[in-house]
């Protein structure tokens, strides 16, 4: 089994930064690509960015220039770190691993981590 799991969200001004972390930890054999999502509430989850094993990266067109994505292949462990913030960046944000098991052959499952609270607000 793999665990996701999630800090660094919180409370933060307009134009606040904050960085989360992700660590995934179990069963894990290789890690291909990672990345984070997020939801506000009443609309629909959407990807906010997403990193591969080999750290090509993409992102939304709304988070573009203001957050980064990383990560830290010897600790299982994605980063975002979160710059100029809006109002509208308020979401639950969640990560997600796309995990080759031991046992699973050349398979990947994805797993998600339990969601960390980003809210922008004066």
């Known amino acids: 089994q793999v665990q996701l799991v999630e800090s660094g969200g919180g409370l933060v001004q307009p134009g606040g930064s904050l960085r989360l972390s992700c660590a995934a930890s179990?069963?894990?054999?290789?890690?291909?690509?990672m990345g984070w999502y997020r939801q506000a509430p009443g609309k629909e989850r959407e990807l906010v960015a997403s990193i591969t094993a080999w750290g090509s990266t993409n992102y939304a067109d709304s988070v573009k220039g203001r957050f980064t994505i990383s990560r830290d292949n010897a600790k299982n462990t994605v980063y975002l770190q979160l710059n100029s913030l809006k109002p509208e960046d308020t979401a639950v944000y969640y990560c997600y691993a796309a995990v080759n098991t031991y046992g699973s052959g050349r398979y990947y499952n994805d797993y998600w981590g339990q969601g960390t609270q980003v809210t922008v607000s004066s």
């Open positions: 179990g069963s894990i054999f290789s890690i291909g690509t």
